[in-house]
């Protein structure tokens, strides 16, 4: 992944989208201002895909989705606050509703685009942490978990994530000492975003 504290690419995607993306993954962002790497999203992007990320170092939740005409790879951190007033700006998802926004660079950091208003968000010069490496394959390495301990508010974080109503979400095991990992979804087709949440397991007593 290539970090860019000054966005380089720029692209459109539907609003509410994006509202439910960024909403999403700040449910597992540090509030720890002295901590402004956890304190923040993280926002990727690959040929045809957009992820956000974050992590408070005991969860992480990832939201993908689909973006037509998204050529290169980068990221950028955007602090939390910023984010925060960004999703209050972003329309809700609603059936039938037509919005979108333009995601390009500026000077300083990104601008957020829509009908007749501009949101600019300076980036954070610094590195996220490289989430990917505790990301085990919950589609093929499953295994089988008799006793695991969890802290309940992070489990409890889960239904703050966007989802389809009534939409379940599906736990990963792997082994007691490693991360389980939810997976659900908002949406299809185009507006499908994908979500991953992860939760570090307690120490049990033997």
Same mark, same amino acid.
């Given at each position: 992944? =290539?970090?860019? =504290?000054?966005?380089?690419?720029?692209?459109?995607?539907?609003?509410?989208?994006?509202?439910?993306?960024?909403?999403?993954?700040?449910?597992?962002?540090?509030?720890?201002?002295?901590?402004?790497?956890?304190?923040?999203? %993280?926002?990727?992007?690959?040929?045809?895909?957009?992820?956000?990320?974050?992590?408070?170092?005991?969860?992480? #939740?990832?939201?993908?989705? /689909?973006?037509?005409?998204?050529?290169? /790879?980068?990221?950028?951190?955007?602090?939390?606050?910023?984010?925060?007033?960004?999703?209050?700006?972003?329309?809700?998802?609603?059936?039938?509703?037509?919005?979108? =926004?333009? =995601?390009?660079?500026?000077?300083?950091?990104?601008?957020?685009?829509?009908?007749?208003?501009?949101? %600019?968000?300076?980036?954070?010069?610094?590195?996220?942490?490289?989430?990917?490496?505790?990301?085990?394959?919950?589609? %093929?390495?499953?295994?089988?978990?008799?006793?695991?301990?969890? %802290?309940?508010?992070?489990?409890?974080?889960?239904?703050?994530?966007?989802?389809? &109503?009534?939409?379940?979400?599906?736990?990963?095991? &792997?082994?007691?000492? &490693?991360?389980?990992?939810?997976? #659900?979804?908002?949406?299809?087709?185009?507006?499908?975003?994908?979500?991953?949440?992860?939760?570090?397991?307690?120490?049990?007593?033997?």
């Amino acid at each position: 992944m =290539v970090y860019d =504290v000054h966005m380089t690419t720029s692209f459109t995607i539907a609003a509410p989208t994006l509202r439910s993306l960024l909403e999403g993954a700040a449910v597992a962002a540090g509030t720890d201002k002295t901590l402004p790497t956890l304190n923040a999203i %993280n926002l990727e992007w690959a040929p045809g895909r957009l992820t956000a990320v974050a992590t408070d170092r005991y969860r992480l #939740c990832v939201g993908e989705t /689909s973006v037509a005409g998204l050529e290169d /790879s980068g990221s950028i951190l955007l602090p939390l606050d910023d984010v925060r007033e960004l999703v209050r700006a972003l329309p809700k998802p609603k059936r039938g509703l037509v919005a979108s =926004v333009t =995601v390009s660079g500026t000077e300083r950091g990104v601008a957020f685009t829509g009908d007749g208003w501009t949101r %600019n968000i300076d980036t954070l010069d610094a590195t996220f942490v490289a989430w990917s490496a505790i990301m085990w394959d919950h589609e %093929n390495e499953r295994g089988d978990v008799n006793r695991i301990g969890f %802290n309940a508010t992070l489990l409890a974080g889960m239904a703050k994530v966007p989802t389809e &109503k009534g939409q379940p979400w599906v736990l990963n095991f &792997k082994k007691p000492e &490693k991360p389980v990992i939810a997976t #659900c979804h908002l949406g299809d087709g185009s507006d499908r975003i994908d979500w991953r949440y992860l939760i570090m397991p307690v120490r049990l007593p033997d």
